[in-house]
C-alpha cells in the first residue's frame, strides 16, 4: 500500500478521550444547522477536472467514495473557532481521488484564517438524512502546511473519521481501542491485519501484545496491572514495517461497570458551600491528578474587558477524597467573590473550568459565584416559602420569553427594563390607538398578564446560556444552549457583571407574579449541552456525562451534537440536585423539561419525588420525545410510548395539537380541525382530539390520566396559530383567503380544546391578541421567506431581520378585543369549574361516562363535551369550518359564552362554523338525551365510527410521530 503521510486521528471510537491535543477533535458538540440553510456553489450536469493551479488562497477537502456516488453529497462547513452558522457546500470539481470541495478562506474568516477551526461534516445533499460518518469533525488549519498558492489541502474517506493530510489508498485504522473492565483492552483494526499492539501509560510503554497466530484484527489483553483512571493510555498498532497507528485508549466503558459505581458514585453535597466564616469546595473528578482553586474579587476576565475585569486571585489545592471527591476549605468571607478550578487529568491539561454547582457567576458565565443568598432577596421574599398550591388540572400555563413581553415599543415601559427580568413585572404600561375611529387603550406587560387571568407563566430557559451577555454585543436567542445550569442568564439582568444582581431581579420576578396569583414554571435543558469539548463536564470527567454510539460518536439525540447521561449515577445526582436548588431558592411552582425523552424514567422519577417532597403541587411536565437518534434505551426513555410509567410527571399531547392545527412535523399543505374549511375532518384527527378533551394522550403509548396531560395548540417551537393558517393558504395557494378577523375565530376555536380539557392547559404567549411573527418580518422578502423566519425563529433579532420577530405586539390587543375577552372567560372557566380539573386517573380504565362525555357529529365538524361542575351540567359545543353544522338541544341550558358575541338568548343563536359556545344547566328540567345532535344523523364515509351513549369508541394504539424541530435546538450555533 501507499505509506501515508499522518494518520492524524484514529476513528471516532477513541475521539472522546484524546490525550494531548488532537487534529480531529470528535468530541466537539455540535451538528451546525443554520436558521435558514443555504447551499453553496450549486452545479448541474458533471463535475470539471480538479486543476490545483487555478485555486488560491483556500481550504480543499478531497472526498472519496467507494461506490463513486459523489451526486448525493455535500458538505456542512462552519467557522467552529471563530462561531458561526453553517452552510451546505457542493463539490466543485473530481479527480482520481473523488469529489474536490474548495472555498476562499476568507469565507470564514476574514483577516483572521490562520486561527481557523474549519467543521466538515459529509452528509446526503440538501437533507440530514445521511452523514458519512456521524459525528463532527474539524480541520485545525494552524497544524497544516500552506502549498506555494496559500491552499490548505486535507483528504477525506467514506466511513472513516480521520482526516489525512495527503492523499490515502485504502486506509489502516484502529476501530476501537478501550478498557473492557479495569484489566482488560480490546483493540480491533478497521482494515487489515496488525502483527502487535504496545500499550503505553502516560507516555511510557507498560505491555506488549501479540494476536494469536502472529497476526489479526482484533486482540483481547489481560492486563499486568489493573488500569487506573488518573493515567493516561495509548496504544500503538504495528500493520507491518511500514506503518504504524496511535490512538489514544477509550476508559468511558469503564463507568458501566460495578467496581466505578461502588468507588466513585457520590451522594454528599458538592459546590461552594458558603458560611460567613468559611467556604468548603467540593468537586467530583475522579479522572483528575490534580485540582487547584481560584478564587477572584473580580467575575470578569481582563481578557474580556480591561477596564472592567481583573485577573488578580489566590489559589489554593484541593485535596482528592473517597469517592473522587476533591475539596478545599478557605477561611473568612467569601461572599460574592467568583472562582474556578483549574484541572488536569488524562484529556485535559491544566484547563480552567467553572463548577457545575456554581449558583452564580460573573459575566458570560466564565467565573462562578460565591453566594450569600440572604443578600438577595428583595422585600417580601422571606414572606412565603414556596409557590402557590395550584394543582395541575386546574393550571393555565403561559408560555413566554423574557424578552418577548417587553421586546415591542408597543409595551410602553421603561426603556432600561426591555427585555429584562424587570421588565417583566413592570407595571401600569399601557398602548393606546385609534380602532374604527375610536381611542382604544389597552393594558400591556405584567398588568396584561394579570388580566389575562393565567395562573402559571412559563419561562424559556433563564438558566446561563453560551452568549455574550454583554449589552452591546448580545443577540437574542431562545435560550436552548446551555452553560451554567444552575446561574441565571445574565443578559436579562440590569448588570451582567454583578451575579448578585440577576439573583435579587429573577426573585423579583418571582415575587411579582406570586402576589398575583401567578406561579412560574422554569423550562429546563439537561438534556444537552452547549458544547462537549472544554465543556466542564467534560473536563472534570471524560466521557462519563455524555452518552456515546457504539463506534465512540458522541450520540445526538438532541440535534445539537451531544446529549447527557441521565441515566449514570453523577449526573443523575446533578439533576435532582439543580432542580432540588432552583425550587427551593427561587421558590418555583414548577418544571418543563426539554427532549425529556433522553432522560430515563428513573431519573425523571427520583427528581420528581424529590421536587413534590418540597412542595407536593410543584408541575413537573415536559416533551415525551427526543430531537433525534438516541442510544438510551427504548424502554428507558421517559418518552411518550412510556406514559404510562411516569410517577408525578406528565407531558405535553401533541397529538390533540396536530389534530387541531397540524404543526410540529407535520406538511404546512395539511389542514387542522381549527381552520379546515375544505374537507371532512378524519376520525383518526377527532378521535385524538376528544382524547384530549378527557386529558388522555392518545399515542403509541396512551396515557388515559388527566395528571399526566399538557394540553395546548402552540409554543414557542413553530409557528402561531395565525401564520400557521397563512402558511397552509400559502402552501396550497388558496384562492378565498381567510381575513385577520376569521383566522381570530380559528385561533379562539383552537385554544378552546385546550382551555377547556382536563388536565394541564397551556398556550403560547400573545395568542390572545392573534400573534403574528410573520407580520413582524421583513417586507422585502418574499412570502415563503418570511413564513420561514416565522416558523423558526430561535436569533431573530434587529440586526438579522429588520424587526423584532418575537415581540408581543400589544397593537393587535387593542384590534382584537374579542379574541382577547375570549381568552379571558374560557380561563376563568378553566380556573374556577371543578368540572374542568377532574383526577380522571382515578377512573378505572377507559370509564369516564361519570366524569366526562365527549361525542362528535357524524360528519366530524362538531364536538360536544358535556360535564358536571359542582352538581351543575355543563357542555361545550365546538364547531368546526367544514360542511353543515348540525342542531344542538340547548334545552334547560343558559348561555355562558358564545364566541360569535351574537348577543342573543342560548335558544336563538344561530350555530355558525369556528364557533364556541358554553352552557350551564338553568333552574329548568334537566335535559334528556345526549343533547348533542350527533345522534340524529347516522354516521357518513369518512368519519365513520359509531357513537355509543353520546360518546366515542376511543381508537387506542394510534401512532403518533414526534413533533420536535430540531433548528432552534441550535444555540448562536
Known sequence: MKKTTLLL????????????????????????????????????????????????????????????????????????GNGGDGSEYLPRAIDSYGSVF??????????????????????????????DPDGDRYIVMSELNMDDNGNYSVWLWT?????????????????????????????????????????????????????????????????KDPSELTHTY???????????????????????????????????????????????????????????????????????????????????????????????????????????????????????VVDPYAQSSGINGLRGQIVDFSKTNPEGWDGFQTALPIEKTGLVVYETHVADITASETWGGTPAKRGKYLGLVEGGTTFSRVVNEKAVTVKTGF??????????????????????????????????????????????????????????????VVKGFRDAGINVIMDVVYNHVNSVENQLFDVLAPGYFFRYSSNGALSNGSGCGNETASDRAMFRKFMVDSTSFWAKEYKLGGFRFDLMALHDLQSMKELTAKLLALNPHMAVYGEPWAGGSTTLETGKQASQANGSKFIGYGQFNDGMRDSLVMSGMKGVEKAGFAYNRATKPAIAD??????????????????????????????????????????????IGEKDPTTPELRAKMNLLAQSFALTSQGTSFFLAGEEMLRSKYELTPSGLTTTERLNYAHNSYNSTDEIDGGVVNAIDYARKATYPELFQGYQKLIELKKTLPGLQQDIHKVVGDDTSSLVDVSRSSDCNQVINKFTSDGVKYMVVYNGGYGNIPAVDFSGYELV?????????????????????????????????????????????????????????????????????????????
Not at 32 to 45: E, F, I, M, R
Not at 700 to 729: M, P, Q, W
Open 9 to 80: 486521528f484514529a476513528p471516532v471510537a477513541l475521539c472522546c478521550l484524546a490525550f494531548g491535543h488532537t487534529y480531529v477533535a470528535q468530541g466537539e458538540a455540535e451538528t451546525p444547522l443554520a436558521v435558514k440553510p443555504a447551499t453553496k456553489n450549486a452545479y448541474s450536469g458533471a463535475l470539471p477536472s480538479f486543476d490545483p493551479a487555478e485555486v488560491e488562497n483556500s481550504v480543499i477537502i478531497h472526498y472519496h467514495r467507494t461506490d463513486d456516488n459523489y451526486d448525493d453529497y455535500a458538505l456542512w462547513l462552519w467557522d467552529h
Open 102 to 131: 474548495y472555498e476562499p478562506l476568507s469565507t470564514w474568516s476574514p483577516g483572521n484564517w490562520p486561527k481557523l477551526d474549519l467543521g466538515v461534516i459529509v452528509k446526503s445533499k440538501g437533507s440530514w438524512a445521511e452523514k
Open 159 to 223: 466511513g472513516i473519521t480521520a482526516i489525512y493530510t495527503s492523499e490515502v489508498t485504502y486506509p489502516y485504522y484502529i476501530s476501537r481501542a478501550y478498557f473492557q473492565d479495569f484489566s482488560t483492552l480490546i483493540v480491533e483494526s478497521g482494515n487489515g491485519s496488525f502483527t502487535k499492539v504496545e500499550l503505553y501509560r502516560d507516555g511510557t510503554l507498560f505491555d506488549t501484545f501479540e494476536p494469536e497466530g502472529g497476526s489479526g484484527k482484533a486482540i483481547t489483553c489481560t492486563l
Open 234 to 352: 495509548s496504544v500503538k498498532v504495528y500493520y507491518g514495517d511500514d506503518l504504524t497507528l496511535e490512538s489514544p485508549v477509550d476508559v468511558s466503558v469503564l463507568y458501566e461497570s460495578p467496581e466505578f459505581l461502588e468507588k466513585y458514585t457520590y451522594d454528599g453535597e458538592l459546590g461552594a458551600i458558603y458560611s460567613a466564616e468559611s467556604t468548603t469546595f467540593k468537586v467530583w473528578s475522579p479522572m483528575a491528578t490534580s485540582i487547584s482553586l481560584n478564587v477572584y474579587d473580580n467575575g470578569t476576565p481582563e481578557s474580556l474587558d480591561s477596564s472592567k475585569g481583573s485577573d488578580t486571585k489566590s489559589s489554593y489545592d484541593l485535596v482528592r477524597g473517597e469517592k473522587g471527591v476533591w475539596s478545599v476549605t478557605v477561611p473568612g468571607d467569601l461572599g460574592g467573590k467568583y472562582y474556578t478550578y483549574v484541572v488536569t487529568n488524562h484529556k485535559y491539561d491544566h484547563k480552567e
Open 447 to 508: 398588568d396584561h398578564i394579570k388580566e389575562l387571568g393565567v395562573n402559571a407563566v412559563q419561562l424559556q430557559p433563564i438558566f446561563d446560556q453560551a452568549n455574550d451577555e454583554r449589552p452591546e454585543t448580545y443577540r437574542f436567542n431562545w435560550g436552548y444552549n446551555p452553560l451554567n445550569y444552575n446561574v441565571l442568564e445574565g443578559a436579562y439582568s440590569s448588570d451582567p457583571y454583578d451575579g448578585y444582581a440577576k439573583i435579587r431581579e429573577f426573585k423579583t
Open 686 to 731: 377527532v378521535t385524538k382530539i376528544v382524547s384530549g378533551l378527557k386529558g388522555f394522550t392518545v399515542s403509541t403509548g396512551t396515557v388515559n390520566e388527566s395528571l399526566k396531560t399538557v394540553n395546548y395548540v402552540t409554543c414557542h417551537d413553530n409557528f402561531t396559530i395565525n401564520d400557521r393558517i397563512l402558511a397552509y393558504e400559502n402552501a
Open 897 to 973: 359564552y358564545d364566541s360569535s358575541s351574537q348577543g342573543k338568548a342560548l335558544g336563538q343563536i344561530e350555530l355558525q362554523h369556528f364557533q364556541v359556545i358554553v352552557a350551564k344547566e338553568s333552574s329548568g328540567p334537566t335535559p334528556g338525551g345526549s343533547g348533542s345532535g350527533s345522534s340524529e344523523t347516522p354516521a357518513k364515509s369518512g368519519c365513520g365510527s359509531s357513537i355509543v351513549g353520546g360518546s366515542i369508541i376511543l381508537a387506542v394504539g394510534l401512532a403518533l410521530g414526534a413533533a420536535f424541530v430540531v433548528a432552534k435546538k441550535r444555540k448562536q450555533d
